[in-house]
């Protein structure tokens, strides 16, 4: 069994930083990849970044490139997401995911392809 608890969520002004951790409670099976899904209230959960564990490919979506990173720290089994230069429309609730199964080339979007989830934490940016 694999569990995952992010923390490190809260409120920021616009143009503040956060950062994102997510620890990754490895019992049985091993992680091909690990993203970072973002929803807000009535809308869909939608993709930021993953990485996809073996090699440390990392992926971001449009609105959060140049501002997000995500990285790994194995020896910890930590996930981390940078979140800098903070924008309103970044205000959602932030999940950390896993996927136990390799995933190709362009998977690490779509949310169906991850199959363990952690509870989420809040991120509110006000302007």
């Known amino acids: 069994q694999v569990q995952l608890v992010e923390s490190g969520g809260g409120s920021v002004q616009a143009g503040g930083a956060l950062r994102l951790p997510c620890a990754v409670f490895?019992?049985?099976?091993?992680?091909?990849?690990m993203g970072w899904f973002r929803q807000a209230p009535g809308k869909e959960r939608e993709p930021a970044a993953a990485i996809y564990t073996g090699g440390g490919s990392t992926y971001y979506a449009d609105f959060v490139k140049g501002r997000f990173t995500t990285a790994q720290v194995k020896a910890e089994y930590m996930l981390y997401l940078q979140m800098n230069n903070l924008k309103p429309e970044d205000t959602d609730m932030y999940y950390c995911?896993?996927?136990?199964?390799?995933?190709?080339?362009?998977?690490?979007?779509?949310?169906?392809?991850?199959?363990?989830w952690g509870q989420g934490t809040q991120v509110t940016v006000s302007s």
């Open positions: 490895v019992y049985t099976i091993s992680l091909y990849a």
């Open positions: 995911a896993a996927a136990s199964r390799p995933l190709a080339y362009g998977d690490w979007y779509y949310l169906t392809n991850y199959n363990i």
